[in-house]
């Protein structure tokens, strides 16, 4: 139901945006975010925006990311500039609701070359 857009290979310092979009409506919404997953790495949180625009971004992101949404259009997106090697990973969009339920996208591969 959240279909994830704007991966890709980029050089190290680069940017990208990703974009998420939830296919139909998802009630209740509180929390949308990114998570990454690196090859031989777990699953790792790298940014969350509440409702209230409150905003918790991953230690090794913050002054790079930035994350946002459009709650109209029950979008998130997140701005990936001076990127690293070390981002490479595939990004999944996430969003869970007051009751408790937890969507995830598709994920798209990011890729940053040295």
């Known amino acids: 139901q959240l279909q994830a857009s704007g991966g890709g290979l980029v050089q190290a310092g680069g940017s990208l945006r990703l974009s998420c979009a939830a296919s139909g409506k998802i009630v209740g919404v509180n929390v949308r975010g990114w998570y990454r997953q690196a090859p031989g790495k777990e699953r790792e949180l790298v940014a969350v925006i509440m409702n209230n625009g409150l905003t918790n971004y991953e230690d090794s992101v913050k002054g790079r990311f930035t994350i946002s949404r459009d709650i109209k259009k029950d979008t998130v997106s997140l701005q990936m500039d001076s990127l690293k090697p070390d981002d490479t990973a595939v990004y999944f969009c996430?969003?869970?609701?007051?009751?408790?339920?937890?969507?995830w996208g598709q994920g798209t591969e990011v890729t940053v070359s040295s």
């Open positions: 996430h969003v869970k609701t007051v009751y408790g339920r937890i969507y």
